[in-house]
């Protein structure tokens, strides 16, 4: 999950009425998951929560661990994560529903459970989790700290563009890699989604409804489908398109095409929601 322009901090989701949202002072997203709870769990077992705000029971059990950890005082780490803005965190770790936890230690996964618990349950399962680790982690005092792999300077000076909103800047930056490295697929990735950036940020949210009213505008359907991959919908994204190639022909349908399949890029290839779209796309050209 590493190397990627971080998506989730242009669209914040809103917080849960009713005072301070759940999992505020834990909160974890795609940027900055690999530091908080990868490297973290070489030194403790990092406990990843996946909920909804829409979710009460999630919300509650968010609560309880939020409580548990305080009680635990560092024998074990807590990383809550909203699923609907943080697709990739749980794609990866395979969450079939919500909420989900998941004991990360190692860097791997070690134990989870889905659905709302009871504490006592969660009580158990917690203690069974720093069981298992105690004196087994790299970096919790029994052995020598794993030391992180020293950082490119290229793509930290491209990164340091991005943080000082300087686009220009950080796509120069990774052109620079490509030119001297054409086989860096990092630096590619990173340039895909910085483009693609670069032209949705833009883009009105009202879009939406203009390509809904009138569903033969190529444009606003482009324009559209962008604003639906911003928000973190891909799904929504790619099924615009793809219904607009079903419905044009010539180079409204390439343009459409040509969107669709640069959208594509900006993940990894073997993602469920991509393949799925690949072969809605092989049945609208067929």
Known sequence: MSGAVDLSSLKQPPAAPGGAAPGGDYAVGEADFETKVLRRSAQLPVVVALFSQRSPGSVELVRTLERLVVEDGGSWA??????????RIAQALQVQGIPTVVAIAGGRPLADFEGAQPEPQVRQWLNAVVDAVAGKLPGDGGGDEAQPEPEDPRFTAAEEALERGDLAGAEAAYEAIIAAEPTNEEAKSALRQLRFLARAQ????????????????????????????????????????????????????TKARTRLLELFELFDPAESFVVAARRKLATALY
């Open 78 to 87: 807590l990383a809550t994560v909203e699923a609907e803005t943080n697709m």
């Open 202 to 253: 833009s883009i009105p949210d009202s879009v939406l409804s203009t390509s809904d009213a009138d569903p033969g505008n190529v444009d606003a359907a482009l324009d559209a489908a962008d604003v639906e991959m911003l928000n973190q919908r891909p799904e929504a994204s790619f099924d615009r398109l793809i219904a607009l190639i079903k419905r044009t022909a010539g180079d409204d349908r």
